[in-house]
């Protein structure tokens, strides 16, 4: 099994920037997509942003669309999400996941990290 351990979360203040980070340990794998999904308390884990590792193509949630920037790097196997311009509304904890296709649903995705906690304070 594959372990993704994700790092970079943090308590910032609205405006600030942060980046996460998201690597894998374990045996080897190449998965088709990597995520970030996340979950504020009391709500539902909701997709953040994802990329497809070879074609580099990208997808957003609405909600961070022109602030948040997902990248990867291949030959690591890492993920990472820039997150400028941030919110009291981003505070969430942020899991990577490693997945077989890149939708927004939690259930194509089969490695999962622990999450990273982001605070947005206002």
């Known amino acids: 099994q594959v372990q993704l351990q994700e790092s970079g979360g943090g308590q910032v203040q609205t405006g600030a920037s942060l980046r996460l980070s998201c690597a894998p340990s374990?045996?080897?794998?190449?998965?088709?997509?990597m995520s970030w999904f996340r979950q504020a308390p009391g709500k539902e884990r909701e997709f953040v942003a994802g990329i497809r590792m070879g074609a580099g193509s990208t997808s957003y949630a609405d909600s961070v669309k022109g602030r948040f920037t997902v990248s990867r790097d291949n030959a690591k196997n890492t993920l990472y999400l820039q997150m400028n311009s941030l919110k009291p509304e981003d505070t969430a904890v942020y899991f990577c996941a490693a997945g077989r296709l890149l939708l927004p649903n939690s259930k194509y995705y089969d490695d999962w990290g622990q999450g990273t906690q982001v605070t947005v304070s206002s």
């Open positions: 374990g045996r080897t794998f190449s998965p088709y997509c």
